[in-house]
Structures are given as structure tokens and as C-alpha cells.
């Protein structure tokens, strides 16, 4: 593995249906990201984990659910998937501490949601 | 609230002509600006950074000044390439040294080169 995986590339789900994301990094980092990227609307920032063991949510958070059991694993869940949750989803990960701060984003997730 | 905004697109060009794309911010404190790419089918690069008021940040031929005074960070090239048809972001990012980053994107501008 070399920088960030995501699983599935992409997912056709019905409604009301349980998902999982997942998202694997091996750079060691820190910080991990899920954003969700719309037409017109950029990426928004959905759940955040500063480091292993502690999350915490962004700008569109409603419906989405996540966990930091170790360093590089950061998966994202839709409880119950709603036909506005589909979208394309990006992981991205960042070192701590890093004065400029950048990100490095994984290849992305395709969800439809009927 | 901290915010970007970027030039409507989608942006058609020919190769060998000058590119500007505006990105214009606001927010609380000094922020680090970026400009991320997004080649088709993959996910976002950082394509360069600016981290304080009159920096420029520069790569591949693309290059970005932090304006403070006009809360501006506009991408610009003097040739583009075929290859640099892509959608562009521009991110700020408040400094935090113990809590993470905190990216906030613009809508994205796509590019289209034709040779």
C-alpha cells in the first residue's frame, strides 16, 4: 500500500440500507478526513479524527458515523442511506502538527443511493 | 465563517494560452491557501501552497500569490498544456499546529485545454 486506499471504488445501494466505507492509510498520519464532493458545491468536510481514539464533526455530519480504533483505519458509515447521500467520497489524511497543513486525499468512492 | 470563492466555470482554452483562475477568502486569523487538482477519474493533489501575506507559491508552471490586502490567492499560467485539463480547488486552511487542519474548498473550476 502506498499513501491512502479507499473501498469500495464504487456502490449502488437501495435505500435504507446499511454502508460501510472504508479507508486505510500507510503514511502514519495523524489526522484522517471524509469529505463528500457534489457538483457546484466543492468538497464539505463530514467527520474528522485528530489522532487514534477521538473524532468529531464537520460542516455535514447528519447521517454519517465514524471510528478511529487505530492510526490508519478511519471507516465511515451510513446508517440508514437516504438518496442525498449519494455522492462521491473522499478519505484524505494529514500529518499533525504540520505548519502547512496539507492533505492527501485518497482515490475516492462513487456511492448512488436509490 | 471562514469561505472561498472561486471563478464560475467550466474554463475552455487553447493550448499555449494564459491561465488565471480567481479564488478569493475570507476568515478569522491568517489561514494557509492552497490550490488542490483533480485529474479525472482520481482524487485531489495539492498542486501548491502559500502559507503567510506575500508568498507565492509556485509548481508545474502554476503559480498563486497570497494577497492579505485583497483576500486573493489566484492560480495562474502563462502556457497551459492539454495535460492540465483538470478541475481546480482552492482551500484555506487556519493554522493549527496541535488540533489538525481543517480544510474549507471553493466549488472547484473546471478546465478544459484543447490542442
Known amino acids: 500500500i502506498a499513501g491512502i486506499t479507499q473501498a469500495p471504488t464504487s456502490q449502488i445501494l437501495a435505500a435504507g440500507r446499511r454502508m460501510t466505507l472504508r479507508c486505510t492509510q500507510d503514511m502514519r498520519h495523524n489526522a484522517m478526513y471524509w469529505y463528500r464532493q457534489d457538483l457546484g458545491l466543492g468538497l464539505r468536510l463530514i467527520h474528522y479524527s485528530n489522532t487514534a481514539g477521538t473524532t468529531g464533526k464537520g460542516e455535514v455530519p447528519d447521517g454519517y458515523s465514524v471510528s478511529r480504533a487505530n492510526t490508519d483505519d478511519f471507516p465511515l458509515t451510513l446508517a440508514s442511506a437516504v438518496p442525498s447521500q449519494t455522492s462521491v467520497y473522499f478519505c484524505?489524511?494529514?500529518?499533525?502538527?504540520?505548519?502547512?497543513?496539507?492533505?492527501?486525499f485518497g482515490p475516492g468512492t462513487r456511492l448512488t443511493v436509490l | 465563517g471562514n469561505s472561498v470563492t472561486q471563478m464560475e466555470g467550466p474554463v475552455t482554452l487553447s493550448e499555449e494560452a494564459f491561465l488565471t483562475i480567481n479564488c478569493t477568502y475570507t476568515a478569522t486569523g491568517y489561514p494557509s491557501l492552497f490550490w488542490y487538482v483533480q485529474y479525472p477519474g482520481e482524487g485531489l493533489q495539492l498542486l501548491l501552497k502559500a502559507t503567510k501575506a506575500d508568498d507565492k507559491g509556485s509548481n508545474k508552471g502554476f503559480e498563486a500569490t497570497y494577497r492579505k490586502e485583497t483576500t486573493s490567492f489566484h492560480l495562474e499560467k502563462g502556457s497551459v498544456q492539454v495535460s492540465d485539463s483538470a478541475v481546480y480547488f482552492c482551500?484555506?486552511?487556519?493554522?493549527?499546529?496541535?488540533?489538525?487542519?481543517?480544510?474549507?474548498f471553493g466549488e472547484g473550476t473546471q478546465l478544459t485545454v484543447n490542442p
Open positions: 482551500a484555506l486552511s487556519l493554522r493549527r499546529e496541535t488540533s489538525g487542519s481543517r480544510l474549507t
Open positions: 484524505a489524511s494529514s500529518p499533525l502538527g504540520a505548519p502547512y497543513n496539507e492533505q492527501f
